[in-house]
């Protein structure tokens, strides 16, 4: 008889697009199968509110508030995947979630006698299984800090399951922040922030063009790639450092942006075909610096919103000429679902009490079991 847990997994990331929810089984061998998704797009006011926390812009009644806030949009996520898949709550073993983040500081800091590592996920998980009526697992990222990792990238542990490594390969995420995990049968699995992904882009598309995002790099596609402005960015110091590391809109936040934005071209064209160039140009650099001294590469797997970004795909073709460059539904995995099913694996392992974080990958000590458990009563 094969065995399976039902889950709701559940993801939102830096962009802060929305709440990507996954309805899953996963079976005793691992293997996975999705049964239905939705995605509950926040509201402007929500986004905005939660763009400002995550920009350092707010107070204490703010962080507390807006944990509930998302806690409830989380259950709602999973209560409307219920309606539309037509499953029962008692048809669901456990909803996973990630949270929504909103400050990760993976570098030690000091107060008194105290040094430590941090970062704060809200939506809390107690508002969730209480609202759906489903034990919830999450809050995944501090475990592993409390072991002295960075907390991040986790996806890794999941990325290891899902793609092996009969193939040398990159599996490259591209969301607010784009990482990649190393897949190598040359080396231990390693992973890293590789630097923005859709974060300045959407920025500078949001500042410029007035829109969320550049659908399938359309804009980015009528300017042209000032050379002189790529190059001053990327003398950004983050870019240079070793992994293991982790970034996020604690160093390329709105700050950042207007700052980077004093030196750019007058064409507003020019100023997103450079910034998603960029982005693909730090993806690459990084792969010559830290992964291929390591490894061959043989293709790189992308996935995230930036896997729809035409033209940050061509970019970054053009420069690793050499790798076959592949998206995660050639794979089977939806792009825009991949972490959300990553995370539905680490709730997976919470629950049977093995270890779900990747020290290489973290930098962490040691393995720990990663995850908190909220029941609904």
């Known amino acids: 008889m094969v065995n399976y847990k039902t889950i709701i997994s559940m993801m939102s990331g830096t962009s802060v697009d929305s709440v990507d929810a996954c309805l899953l089984r996963i079976y005793d061998n691992l293997s996975f199968e999705v049964i239905d998704s939705y995605s509950l797009e926040y509201e402007d006011e929500i986004k905005n509110k939660i763009l400002l926390l995550a920009n350092n812009n707010a107070d204490v009644k703010d962080i507390c508030f807006m944990n509930f806030v998302i806690g409830e949009l989380f259950a709602k996520a999973a209560n409307e995947l219920l309606i539309k898949s037509k499953y029962k709550k008692e048809d669901v073993d456990f909803i996973s979630s990630h949270g929504q983040t909103v400050c990760h500081l993976p570098d030690y800091r000091s107060i008194s006698d105290i040094k430590t590592k941090s970062t704060l996920q809200l939506g809390d998980i107690s508002v969730i299984s209480y609202k759906t009526g489903i034990t919830t697992v999450g809050d995944f990222r501090t475990k592993d800090m409390a072991a002295d990792g960075q907390g991040a990238p986790l996806v890794p542990f999941a990325d290891k399951i899902l793609f092996g490594t009969d193939v040398n390969r990159c599996i490259q995420n591209i969301g607010g922040i784009s990482n990649v995990t190393v897949l190598s049968n040359e080396c231990d699995i390693f992973a890293f922030d590789n630097?923005?992904?859709?974060?300045?882009?959407?920025?500078?598309?949001?500042?410029?063009?007035?829109?969320?995002?550049?659908?399938?790099?359309?804009?980015?596609?009528?300017?042209?790639?000032?050379?002189?402005?790529?190059?001053?960015?990327?003398?950004?110091?983050?870019?240079?450092?070793?992994?293991?590391?982790?970034?996020?809109?604690?160093?390329?936040?709105?700050?950042?942006?207007?700052?980077?934005?004093?030196?750019?071209?007058?064409?507003?064209y020019d100023v997103i075909s450079t910034i998603t160039a960029l982005t693909a140009k730090v993806i690459a650099e990084s792969y010559r610096n830290f992964v291929l001294p390591k490894t061959s590469v043989k293709e790189i797997v992308i996935g995230g919103g930036g896997a729809y970004n035409k033209t940050l795909l061509s970019f970054l073709q053009n420069y690793m000429l050499d790798i076959t460059i592949k998206t995660h539904d050639d794979f089977g995995i939806p792009n825009k679902l991949k972490e959300a099913i990553a995370f539905g694996y680490l709730g997976y392992f919470t629950l049977k009490r093995l270890s779900n974080n990747v020290p290489s990958c973290t930098g962490a000590k040691h393995p720990v079991v990663m995850g908190k458990i909220s029941f609904p009563n």
Not at 206 to 222: C, M, R, T, V
């Open 195 to 268: 630097g923005p992904g859709n974060m300045l882009i959407d920025y500078f598309v949001k500042k410029l063009f007035f829109k969320d995002y550049d659908k399938n790099g359309e804009i980015a596609s009528q300017g042209n790639i000032d050379n002189q402005w790529l190059q001053k960015l990327l003398t950004e110091p983050y870019y240079a450092i070793k992994p293991p590391k982790t970034t996020g809109r604690e160093l390329f936040d709105d700050k950042y942006a207007e700052k980077i934005y004093k030196t750019a071209p007058q064409n507003k």
